[in-house]
Structure formats: structure tokens, C-alpha cells
């Protein structure tokens, strides 16, 4: 079984500054790592993944997250914001074996952005 | 690509009635999840579906919960009788086993009054 903690509930900043949203993963098998992202009154959408390889991904609107195995973590980090980012943010886990495509999703994190 | 469909949007009902939501998953897509997200509890797998057969349903939370998926177009979670507690937003995810991305419908809002 995985579980994912994501210790800020809410993170406010303040436009073009840096951020990052921390997500740490407890599981006893490999796993793959997700951040979804939901904007007001919308489902989750994939905002990056990483399932092998590099273990620094990015999505296509400057978010990147790095998978760290030493230390469970995957933390999303852009080095600045824009309104249009203020969302909730999901951290996710699935295994690499067993389990179908079943995901663990953290708590989330609200991104406030603010002029 | 249509996306996941999820109806109704909103449905308001008061307690003790039948509720029941329907999802129509993307065309392709053999794994089906349901997910209900309130503030205390954050988004919680209820139960999920792959080739139409239930896998796990270990996050349904009791025997007023019960979810179908009689064919690969088609699946509808029924919540009989419905209760206040019940009222969320309540997500259908699908993807094609072996990939790792889930797609989300734009969910229904319940309020059971």
C-alpha cells in the first residue's frame, strides 16, 4: 500500500515569486509519481508525471517536479507564478507492480497567487 | 474527444431518496474510478472497475453504496438511501490498463438537505 503526505494546506504568494509545493510518498514497492492539478469547479487534470528515467520532469507551463528516492519526496517547484496558476495542487502515488492503475492521492495544496 | 462524461452536474435531493450518477468513460478506456471529494476527507477512491469487473470497492463506504458497470460505455454509482453525509463532488476517472494517466470527468456536485 502507498500513502502520500502534502503538508501545506495552503501556500499564498505573491505573482512572478518562486514556489514550491512539497509531496512525500510512503510505499513499500516502486512507484510511480503524479501531481494533478484542479481548477475551480473543474475535475483534476495530469500536470506532470514521472514513471522512470531523468527523475526531474516539467510540464509544458514551466512546473517541474523532482523525484527523490532517498528522501520519498516529489516536490513541484516553478520559479514564478501567474495568477492563472492559483489551483489545488494533488500529489499522487501508484505502484509500479500490482494494484492496476489505482491512485493514492494526497490532500492537496491550494495555491493562492496574489498581485 | 468528448472526455469523461459525468451527469448530472448538480443534483439536490433530500435525505432518504435514491441518488444515482453516471459516468461514460472515454472511448478506449478499459479502467474505471470513482472518487468522492469533500473537505474533510480530500478525494477518496471509492471503487474502481477494470474490463467492466469490479477490483476493489474497499473505499465504498457502506452498504447504501453500490456502483455498476454493465458495459464498457457505461457505469452509474446509486446511493440508496442518501444521507446529508453524502453530499460531495464525486469524480469518474478512466485510462487504458497500463497507463498510468487518469482522466477526470468535471464531476457531480451532490447535496442531500
Known amino acids: 500500500a502507498q500513502s502520500v503526505t502534502q503538508l501545506d ?5 505573491f505573482e512572478e ?17 503524479f501531481w494533478y492539478v484542479q481548477y475551480p469547479n473543474q475535475g483534476l487534470q495530469l500536470l506532470l508525471k514521472y ?12 512546473f517541474e517536479a523532482e523525484f527523490n528516492k532517498s528522501q520519498t519526496s516529489f516536490h513541484l517547484r516553478k520559479p514564478s507564478v501567474h495568477i492563472s496558476d492559483t489551483a489545488e495542487y494533488f500529489c499522487a502515488v501508484s505502484g509500479v507492480t500490482g ?8 490532500t492537496g495544496t491550494q495555491l493562492k497567487v496574489e498581485l | 474527444d468528448a472526455g469523461v462524461i459525468q451527469s448530472p452536474r448538480h443534483e439536490v435531493t433530500e435525505m432518504g431518496q435514491e441518488v444515482t450518477l453516471r459516468c461514460k468513460p472515454i472511448s478506449g478506456h478499459n479502467s474505471l474510478f470513482w472518487y468522492r471529494q469533500t473537505m474533510m476527507r480530500g478525494l477518496e477512491l471509492l ?3 477494470n474490463n467492466n ?3 476493489d470497492d474497499s473505499g465504498m463506504p457502506e452498504d447504501r453504496f453500490s456502483a455498476k458497470m454493465p458495459n464498457a460505455s457505461f457505469s452509474t454509482l446509486k446511493i440508496q438511501p442518501s ?11 478512466s485510462t487504458q490498463l497500463g497507463n498510468n494517466e487518469q482522466y477526470f470527468g468535471p464531476g457531480t456536485r451532490l447535496t442531500v438537505t
Not at chain 1, 9 to 13: A, C, K, L, M, Y
Not at chain 1, 99 to 106: E, I
Open chain 2, 53 to 55: 469487473v469490479p477490483i
Open chain 2, 83 to 93: 444521507e446529508p453525509r453524502d453530499s460531495a463532488v464525486y469524480f469518474c476517472a
Open chain 1, 17 to 33: 515569486a518562486p514556489v514550491e509545493l512539497r509531496c512525500n510518498y510512503s510505499s513499500s514497492v516502486s512507484v510511480y509519481l
Open chain 1, 51 to 62: 514513471l522512470s528515467g531523468s527523475t526531474l520532469v516539467e510540464s509544458i507551463n514551466g
Open chain 2, 47 to 49: 471503487i474502481y472497475f
Open chain 1, 9 to 13: 494546506s495552503q501556500v499564498p504568494v
Open chain 1, 99 to 106: 494494484g492496476g492503475n489505482k491512485l493514492t492521492f494526497g
